[in-house]
C-alpha cells in the first residue's frame, strides 16, 4: 500500500475543496491514487448529500450576474445555517450558478441543474452541488432561478443585506446610459425595499380585485371602532335597543358619547364583539350607504398605493410624495426619451420556506453522550 503522505493529503485537498481528514481517508481507500480518491469523494459527497436531504435548507444567498445591458438572471442557492452562508467557498459557488443562468438556455430548474458545470464542464450543476455538499457539510438546495432579458431597452440588478434579496429590473428604452442606469437601479433597490406585488393597477387580476374588497369592507365590519360615526351610532342604537349591551356598558356609552374616539378603549370586549355581528348582519345595506363605500374605496386606494410598484411613493422622494412612476417621468423628461419599466423580479432568501429553529445547546450536548 502506497505511503500517504502530507503533500498528497494537500494536493487532493486543493483540488477538491473537501476536509483534511475526508481528503486522508479518500486517499487510504483508494491506495494513494489521486483520482480514484477524487472519484471517492465524489461519491462519499453524494452519499452525504442524500443523508442530508431530510434537513431544512432555509437559509443562504440570492446573486445576480449580468450579461451585458440586456440580460440578467438571479438565483437562490439555500443552506441550513446563516454562518454557511456566509462561507466564501459557498457564495463563489452560487456566483457560479448564477453566471452559469444567465448564459443557460434552461427553461427551468431541471434542465439547468443537468447542464454541464460552467465552471468545471466535467460535471454537471447537479454534480458540483453534490461535492459542495461534501465540502461544506450541510444540506445545500438550488432553489429556483429567472433569466430576464430586455430586447428594446436593459436590465438593472440590486443585491440587499450580503445577498438576502436579489432584484432584477427590466425596462425599455431608446437610450441607455448612465443616468438611466442609475435611474433602474434605483427603482430596484425600491423593489427590494418595499416588496410590490405587481407592477401597475391593471396587472391585478379582477378575481384579486374581487378579494380584496371582500377582505376590505369584512375588515371595516368587524371593527365597528373604524366606522363612520353616522354609521356606528346606528349600530349602537340598535344594539341598546335590542338589548345586546350590557347595563354597564351602555352606561359607559352615554357618558363617553360626547367624544366617540375614545369610547372602545372603554367598553367590554362583548360589546364590540356584539356590534360587529349586528354589522356583519346589516353588511348589504351597510355596502350599500355612501359613507361607507367612501371608506372602503380609500382604504383599497391605499393598499394598491403599497402593493403596486408604480403607485409607491419612490423612497428616496425629496417630498416624500413623488410615485415611481412620476420619477421615472422626471427621469425621462431629464435624458430626453421615455424610460418605463416592464416588470421585475425579486427573490427573497427563504421567503415561504419552513425555518427550522435549532436548539445548539442540546445538538452538542447530544453529540457529547453519543
Excluded at 93 to 103: D, R, S, W
Excluded at 354 to 366: I, P, Q, R, S
Amino acid at each position: 500500500m502506497a505511503e500517504i503522505t502530507a503533500s498528497m493529503v494537500k494536493e487532493l485537498r486543493e483540488k477538491s475543496g473537501a476536509g483534511m481528514m475526508d481528503c486522508k481517508k479518500a486517499l487510504n481507500e483508494c491506495g494513494g491514487n489521486m483520482d480514484e480518491a477524487m472519484e471517492f469523494l465524489r461519491k462519499n459527497g453524494q452519499a452525504k448529500a442524500e443523508k442530508k436531504a431530510s434537513r431544512i435548507a432555509a437559509e443562504g444567498v440570492c446573486r445576480v450576474a449580468c450579461d451585458g445591458d440586456t440580460k440578467a438572471a438571479v438565483v437562490e442557492v439555500n443552506s441550513e445555517t446563516d454562518f454557511v452562508a456566509k462561507n466564501e467557498k459557498f457564495t463563489t459557488f452560487v456566483e457560479q450558478v448564477a453566471a452559469q443562468a444567465v448564459k443557460s438556455s434552461a427553461k427551468d430548474l431541471d434542465a439547468l441543474m443537468a447542464e454541464p458545470f460552467a465552471a468545471d464542464p466535467s460535471k454537471t450543476v447537479s454534480e458540483a452541488l453534490v461535492e459542495m455538499v461534501a465540502v461544506i457539510g450541510e444540506k445545500l438546495s438550488i432553489r429556483r432561478f429567472e433569466r430576464v432579458e430586455a430586447a428594446d431597452g436593459c436590465v438593472a440588478t440590486y443585491l440587499h443585506g450580503g445577498g438576502r434579496i436579489g432584484v432584477i429590473v427590466k425596462a425599455k428604452t431608446a437610450t441607455v446610459n448612465d443616468a438611466v442606469k442609475e435611474a433602474l437601479t434605483n427603482v430596484a433597490m425600491q423593489v427590494a425595499a418595499m416588496n410590490p406585488e405587481y407592477l401597475k393597477e391593471s396587472d391585478i387580476s379582477d378575481a384579486e380585485k374581487a378579494k380584496m374588497l371582500e377582505i376590505t369592507v369584512d375588515s371595516a365590519l368587524n371593527d365597528p371602532a373604524s366606522l363612520p360615526k353616522p354609521l356606528l351610532s346606528k349600530l349602537i342604537d340598535q344594539a341598546i335597543a335590542d338589548k345586546k349591551w350590557s347595563d354597564a356598558d351602555i352606561a359607559i356609552y352615554e357618558e363617553k358619547k360626547s367624544n366617540m374616539n375614545f369610547l372602545f378603549n372603554f367598553l367590554s370586549k362583548e360589546a364590540a364583539a356584539a356590534l360587529a355581528e349586528l354589522a356583519m348582519s346589516k353588511k348589504a345595506e351597510i355596502v350599500a350607504d355612501k359613507i361607507f363605500d367612501g371608506l372602503v374605496k380609500g382604504r383599497i386606494s391605499k393598499q394598491e398605493k403599497e402593493i403596486v410598484l408604480m403607485n409607491q411613493v419612490y423612497v428616496r422622494a425629496e417630498d416624500g410624495k413623488q410615485t415611481v412612476a412620476q420619477y421615472l417621468a422626471q427621469v425621462s423628461k431629464e435624458v430626453g426619451t421615455e424610460v418605463s419599466v416592464e416588470g421585475f423580479v425579486r427573490y427573497e432568501t427563504g421567503e415561504g420556506m419552513e425555518k427550522k429553529n435549532e436548539d445548539f445547546a442540546a445538538e452538542v450536548a447530544a453529540q457529547m453522550n453519543a
